[in-house]
């Protein structure tokens, strides 16, 4: 009996402290609303894990209850093992859906087993889009989680996977860049048959459904739109890649790229578009 009694307050103790960690790391339902189905779980170290599911009847997706003006924003994500031909997996900021809207992606295009998973980066600017950069990723981005950032400040647009940066879209005077309209934030996983996978060649097998991809350590160090910047913007609104970052630009682009919009005249007859001269 004694031990019991001693027992129930240990117990107790842990119950509360293991709530104290999950409810420190929660962020899915303070900072998103949901759509689709969406589970949510704790790993080993108390981080709170979202679950995206794509099925025949519906994928899944959430999106911020902020909407921003620049800021750098980062999530770890491990995507669909095995066959995952068709889906796409997103964390991109949009303005809307308007003809006139702004957004940055990162897109993760399944594939066939065995074969890369490509991640295409695009950039829309007042309804203007077409400006991808597509690269085969050279991990296996199901393995493990893998952090992927977006850094949006007023001079350009960084991307980086796992602390390498792989692309920068510099703001040209004269040409369109996101800059006016306060932008959300989402992370969806949908059914992109028509598009994803060998331009829509490879379609989903619906066999191995449903799929998932899991989301964790989700972080937003930004301007939340008609309020202030949060302490120590500077760090992320003045950011350039220094010759280092150049570097890991580089050797993406020659090792990883398999798209390049400022390569592809046959898309653009009329010419290529003015930033790709100014690069």
Same mark, same amino acid.
């Given at each position: 009996?004694?031990?019991?009694?001693?027992?129930?307050?240990?117990?107790?103790?842990?119950?509360?402290?293991?709530?104290? $960690?999950?409810?420190?790391?929660?962020?899915?339902?303070?900072?998103?609303?949901?759509?689709?189905?969406?589970?949510?779980?704790?790993?080993?170290?108390?981080?709170?894990?979202?679950?995206?599911?794509?099925?025949?009847?519906?994928?899944?997706?959430?999106?911020?209850?902020?909407?921003?003006?620049?800021?750098?924003?980062?999530?770890?994500?491990?995507?669909?093992?095995?066959?995952?031909?068709?889906?796409?997996?997103?964390?991109?900021?949009?303005?809307?859906?308007?003809?006139?809207?702004?957004?940055?992606?990162?897109?993760?295009?399944?594939?066939?087993?065995?074969?890369?998973?490509?991640?295409?980066?695009? $950039?829309?600017?007042?309804?203007?889009?077409?400006?991808?950069?597509?690269?085969?990723?050279?991990?296996?981005?199901?393995?493990?989680?893998?952090?992927?950032?977006?850094?949006?400040?007023?001079?350009?647009?960084?991307?980086?996977?796992?602390?390498? $940066?792989?692309?920068?879209?510099?703001?040209?005077?004269?040409?369109?860049?996101?800059?006016?309209?306060?932008?959300?934030?989402?992370?969806?996983?949908?059914?992109?048959?028509?598009?994803?996978?060998?331009?829509?060649? $490879?379609?989903?097998?619906?066999?191995?459904?449903?799929?998932?991809?899991?989301?964790?350590?989700?972080?937003?160090?930004?301007?939340?739109?008609?309020?202030?910047?949060?302490?120590?913007?500077?760090?992320?609104?003045?950011?350039?890649?220094?010759?280092?970052?150049?570097?890991?630009?580089?050797?993406?682009?020659?090792?990883?790229?398999?798209?390049?919009?400022?390569?592809?005249?046959?898309?653009?007859?009329?010419?290529?578009?003015?930033?790709?001269?100014?690069?």
């Amino acid at each position: 009996m004694a031990r019991r009694s001693l027992l129930l307050p240990l117990l107790a103790s842990l119950a509360l402290m293991a709530a104290a $960690v999950a409810s420190a790391d929660s962020w899915l339902y303070e900072k998103f609303n949901t759509d689709g189905t969406v589970r949510t779980d704790y790993d080993a170290s108390g981080q709170q894990v979202a679950m995206l599911n794509l099925d025949r009847s519906s994928g899944a997706g959430f999106n911020s209850k902020e909407k921003y003006l620049y800021g750098e924003f980062s999530i770890q994500m491990k995507l669909i093992a095995g066959d995952s031909a068709g889906t796409v997996s997103c964390f991109y900021l949009s303005s809307g859906d308007g003809d006139d809207h702004d957004e940055i992606d990162m897109e993760f295009m399944g594939n066939s087993s065995g074969q890369p998973v490509v991640l295409n980066t695009n $950039v829309w600017a007042s309804g203007d889009g077409k400006k991808e950069h597509q690269f085969d990723l050279w991990f296996d981005p199901a393995a493990d989680y893998h952090t992927y950032t977006i850094i949006w400040n007023p001079t350009n647009i960084i991307f980086k996977v796992d602390g390498n $940066v792989i692309r920068c879209f510099k703001r040209y005077d004269g040409l369109a860049y996101p800059s006016s309209r306060p932008m959300a934030l989402h992370a969806t996983l949908w059914d992109g048959s028509y598009w994803a996978t060998q331009k829509g060649k $490879v379609p989903i097998d619906w066999s191995g459904a449903p799929f998932v991809v899991s989301y964790r350590g989700y972080s937003a160090d930004a301007c939340v739109s008609g309020g202030a910047c949060p302490a120590g913007s500077d760090r992320w609104m003045n950011k350039q890649p220094d010759s280092a970052e150049w570097g890991t630009i580089k050797w993406a682009e020659s090792n990883y790229m398999r798209y390049d919009y400022c390569q592809d005249g046959w898309r653009f007859p009329q010419g290529l578009p003015a930033e790709c001269s100014r690069s």
